[in-house]
Protein backbone atom coordinates (compact mmCIF):
# COMPACT_ATOMS: atom_id res chain seq x y z
CA UNK A 1 0.00 0.00 0.00
CA UNK A 2 1.05 3.76 -0.25
CA UNK A 3 0.29 5.32 2.80
CA UNK A 4 2.08 7.15 4.89
CA UNK A 5 0.78 8.68 8.45
CA UNK A 6 1.37 11.84 10.73
CA UNK A 7 0.15 12.60 14.12
CA UNK A 8 -1.57 16.27 13.38
CA UNK A 9 -0.35 18.43 15.88
CA UNK A 10 2.34 19.01 18.37
CA UNK A 11 3.28 22.21 20.74
CA UNK A 12 6.54 22.88 22.30
CA UNK A 13 7.77 25.72 23.89
CA UNK A 14 10.63 27.56 22.93
CA UNK A 15 14.24 26.38 23.13
CA UNK A 16 12.48 22.40 24.26
CA UNK A 17 13.20 19.45 21.35
CA UNK A 18 10.76 18.28 19.35
CA UNK A 19 10.03 15.06 17.91
CA UNK A 20 8.06 14.50 14.75
CA UNK A 21 7.08 10.87 14.04
CA UNK A 22 5.88 8.90 10.79
CA UNK A 23 4.95 5.99 9.87
CA UNK A 24 4.93 4.59 6.35
CA UNK A 25 4.17 1.04 4.28
CA UNK A 26 6.00 0.62 1.56
CA UNK A 27 9.54 -1.09 2.42
CA UNK A 28 10.37 -0.75 -0.88
CA UNK A 29 10.79 3.29 -0.37
CA UNK A 30 14.76 4.17 -0.80
CA UNK A 31 14.42 7.50 0.21
CA UNK A 32 12.49 9.13 3.09
CA UNK A 33 12.49 12.85 3.12
CA UNK A 34 11.03 15.67 5.61
CA UNK A 35 9.52 18.85 4.43
CA UNK A 36 8.38 22.28 5.97
CA UNK A 37 5.61 24.18 5.32
CA UNK A 38 4.86 27.83 6.17
CA UNK A 39 1.20 29.43 5.71
CA UNK A 40 0.96 30.10 2.08
CA UNK A 41 4.16 29.03 0.81
CA UNK A 42 5.34 26.04 -1.13
CA UNK A 43 7.59 23.13 0.68
CA UNK A 44 11.48 23.31 1.35
CA UNK A 45 13.03 20.43 1.91
CA UNK A 46 14.58 20.06 5.58
CA UNK A 47 15.96 16.62 4.99
CA UNK A 48 16.43 13.02 3.99
CA UNK A 49 17.98 9.37 4.61
CA UNK A 50 18.84 6.58 2.34
CA UNK A 51 16.15 3.30 3.15
CA UNK A 52 19.70 1.71 4.50
CA UNK A 53 20.63 4.30 6.94
CA UNK A 54 19.11 4.43 10.69
CA UNK A 55 20.24 8.12 11.81
CA UNK A 56 21.13 11.53 10.30
CA UNK A 57 22.12 14.62 11.75
CA UNK A 58 22.21 17.77 10.21
CA UNK A 59 22.78 21.22 12.39
CA UNK A 60 19.42 21.33 14.49
CA UNK A 61 17.60 18.17 12.78
CA UNK A 62 18.44 14.48 13.62
CA UNK A 63 16.33 11.90 11.73
CA UNK A 64 16.03 8.57 12.76
CA UNK A 65 14.60 5.43 10.51
CA UNK A 66 13.54 2.26 11.87
CA UNK A 67 12.87 0.54 8.89
CA UNK A 68 11.74 -3.00 10.74
CA UNK A 69 9.14 -0.83 12.00
CA UNK A 70 8.72 1.57 9.04
CA UNK A 71 8.53 4.72 11.33
CA UNK A 72 10.70 7.77 11.09
CA UNK A 73 11.00 10.48 13.30
CA UNK A 74 12.19 14.33 13.02
CA UNK A 75 14.02 15.62 16.00
CA UNK A 76 14.34 19.79 15.79
CA UNK A 77 16.91 20.55 18.93
CA UNK A 78 16.78 23.99 20.47
CA UNK A 79 13.22 24.98 18.87
CA UNK A 80 12.39 28.09 17.94
CA UNK A 81 9.59 30.05 17.36
CA UNK A 82 10.51 30.10 13.43
CA UNK A 83 9.85 26.57 13.18
CA UNK A 84 6.59 27.07 13.47
CA UNK A 85 5.19 25.51 10.73
CA UNK A 86 4.05 21.97 8.64
CA UNK A 87 6.01 19.04 8.53
CA UNK A 88 5.68 16.68 6.04
CA UNK A 89 7.34 13.66 5.83
CA UNK A 90 7.57 11.72 2.10
CA UNK A 91 8.71 9.08 0.64
CA UNK A 92 10.13 7.96 -2.49
CA UNK A 93 8.16 5.25 -4.58
CA UNK A 94 9.35 3.10 -7.22
CA UNK A 95 11.16 4.25 -10.45
CA UNK A 96 8.21 3.05 -12.78
CA UNK A 97 5.77 5.12 -10.82
CA UNK A 98 8.21 8.22 -12.08
CA UNK A 99 9.51 8.92 -8.84
CA UNK A 100 6.74 10.11 -7.23
CA UNK A 101 6.87 11.40 -3.78
CA UNK A 102 4.09 10.39 -1.20
CA UNK A 103 3.62 13.00 1.63
CA UNK A 104 1.95 12.36 5.25
CA UNK A 105 -1.02 14.58 5.96
CA UNK A 106 1.01 16.65 7.79
CA UNK A 107 2.09 17.73 11.24
CA UNK A 108 1.46 20.88 12.73
CA UNK A 109 4.42 22.09 14.82
CA UNK A 110 3.33 25.18 17.42
CA UNK A 111 6.09 26.84 19.32
CA UNK A 112 5.46 28.86 22.41
CA UNK A 113 7.42 31.49 23.65
CA UNK B 1 21.56 29.48 -9.18
CA UNK B 2 17.13 30.13 -9.58
CA UNK B 3 14.93 28.28 -7.57
CA UNK B 4 11.21 26.61 -9.12
CA UNK B 5 8.97 29.75 -10.12
CA UNK B 6 5.18 28.95 -10.72
CA UNK B 7 2.89 31.69 -12.24
CA UNK B 8 -0.13 32.58 -11.66
CA UNK B 9 0.19 33.46 -7.75
CA UNK B 10 -3.68 33.01 -7.89
CA UNK B 11 -6.33 32.30 -9.89
CA UNK B 12 -10.28 32.11 -9.81
CA UNK B 13 -11.72 30.07 -12.35
CA UNK B 14 -15.78 29.10 -13.02
CA UNK B 15 -17.43 25.07 -13.15
CA UNK B 16 -16.24 24.02 -16.70
CA UNK B 17 -13.83 26.21 -17.75
CA UNK B 18 -10.32 25.15 -18.37
CA UNK B 19 -6.56 26.57 -16.75
CA UNK B 20 -3.56 26.47 -17.03
CA UNK B 21 -0.16 26.45 -15.15
CA UNK B 22 3.15 27.09 -15.30
CA UNK B 23 6.25 26.19 -14.09
CA UNK B 24 10.10 26.62 -14.63
CA UNK B 25 12.33 24.06 -13.40
CA UNK B 26 15.24 24.53 -11.34
CA UNK B 27 18.48 25.55 -13.08
CA UNK B 28 20.14 22.28 -14.31
CA UNK B 29 17.10 20.30 -13.38
CA UNK B 30 15.48 18.48 -15.83
CA UNK B 31 12.63 16.47 -14.59
CA UNK B 32 9.09 18.19 -13.16
CA UNK B 33 6.58 16.89 -11.24
CA UNK B 34 2.92 18.49 -10.59
CA UNK B 35 1.21 18.07 -7.34
CA UNK B 36 -2.13 19.34 -6.09
CA UNK B 37 -2.62 20.36 -2.26
CA UNK B 38 -5.85 20.35 -1.31
CA UNK B 39 -6.85 22.10 2.36
CA UNK B 40 -5.24 20.49 5.10
CA UNK B 41 -4.14 17.82 3.32
CA UNK B 42 -0.63 16.79 2.26
CA UNK B 43 0.27 16.75 -1.43
CA UNK B 44 -0.99 14.10 -4.06
CA UNK B 45 1.50 13.64 -7.03
CA UNK B 46 -0.24 14.20 -10.61
CA UNK B 47 2.48 13.65 -13.09
CA UNK B 48 6.00 13.59 -13.43
CA UNK B 49 8.09 14.90 -16.85
CA UNK B 50 11.34 13.88 -18.26
CA UNK B 51 12.83 15.36 -21.03
CA UNK B 52 9.72 16.19 -22.45
CA UNK B 53 8.18 12.51 -21.57
CA UNK B 54 5.08 12.12 -19.47
CA UNK B 55 7.32 9.83 -16.57
CA UNK B 56 4.80 8.48 -14.45
CA UNK B 57 1.11 9.52 -13.16
CA UNK B 58 -0.77 9.66 -9.94
CA UNK B 59 -4.83 8.56 -9.97
CA UNK B 60 -5.71 11.91 -12.04
CA UNK B 61 -8.50 11.65 -14.36
CA UNK B 62 -7.12 12.81 -18.04
CA UNK B 63 -8.39 16.20 -18.01
CA UNK B 64 -5.52 16.53 -15.91
CA UNK B 65 -2.78 16.81 -18.42
CA UNK B 66 0.52 18.83 -18.67
CA UNK B 67 3.55 19.17 -21.28
CA UNK B 68 6.85 19.62 -21.11
CA UNK B 69 9.26 22.27 -23.05
CA UNK B 70 12.78 21.81 -24.51
CA UNK B 71 14.07 24.81 -21.99
CA UNK B 72 12.53 21.75 -19.44
CA UNK B 73 9.40 24.16 -17.84
CA UNK B 74 6.61 22.41 -17.52
CA UNK B 75 2.70 23.30 -17.84
CA UNK B 76 -0.22 21.97 -16.34
CA UNK B 77 -3.61 22.12 -18.23
CA UNK B 78 -6.47 20.92 -16.18
CA UNK B 79 -10.08 20.86 -18.48
CA UNK B 80 -13.84 21.16 -17.16
CA UNK B 81 -12.78 22.22 -14.14
CA UNK B 82 -14.68 20.79 -10.93
CA UNK B 83 -15.18 22.48 -7.47
CA UNK B 84 -13.00 20.01 -5.76
CA UNK B 85 -10.38 21.10 -8.16
CA UNK B 86 -9.58 24.00 -5.80
CA UNK B 87 -6.57 23.56 -4.36
CA UNK B 88 -2.95 24.74 -4.43
CA UNK B 89 -0.64 23.19 -7.20
CA UNK B 90 2.75 22.78 -6.43
CA UNK B 91 5.43 22.18 -8.92
CA UNK B 92 8.87 20.89 -8.07
CA UNK B 93 11.93 19.81 -9.83
CA UNK B 94 14.52 17.31 -9.83
CA UNK B 95 17.77 16.13 -10.64
CA UNK B 96 17.53 12.39 -11.77
CA UNK B 97 20.88 11.60 -11.94
CA UNK B 98 21.43 12.72 -7.86
CA UNK B 99 20.66 9.13 -6.50
CA UNK B 100 18.97 10.89 -3.56
CA UNK B 101 16.30 12.31 -6.17
CA UNK B 102 14.89 15.24 -3.93
CA UNK B 103 12.81 17.20 -5.33
CA UNK B 104 12.83 20.54 -5.08
CA UNK B 105 9.57 22.96 -4.82
CA UNK B 106 8.12 26.11 -6.03
CA UNK B 107 5.59 28.52 -4.20
CA UNK B 108 2.51 26.78 -5.76
CA UNK B 109 -0.28 28.50 -7.51
CA UNK B 110 -3.56 28.92 -5.34
CA UNK B 111 -6.65 28.14 -7.53
CA UNK B 112 -10.20 28.48 -6.50
CA UNK B 113 -12.96 27.13 -8.64
CA UNK B 114 -16.62 28.34 -8.06
Known amino acids: GEDVEQSLFLSVREGDSSVINCTYTDSSSTYLYWYKQEPGAGLQLLTY?????DMKQDQRLTVLLNKKDKHLSLRIADTQTGDSAIYFCAESMSQNAGNMLTFGGGTRLMVKP | ETGVTQSPTHLIKTRGQQVTLRCSSQSGHNTVSWYQQALGQGPQFIFQYYREEENGRGNFPPRFSGLQFPNYSSELNVNALELDDSALYLCASSDPDRPSYEQYFGPGTRLTVT
Open chain 1, 49 to 53: IFSNM
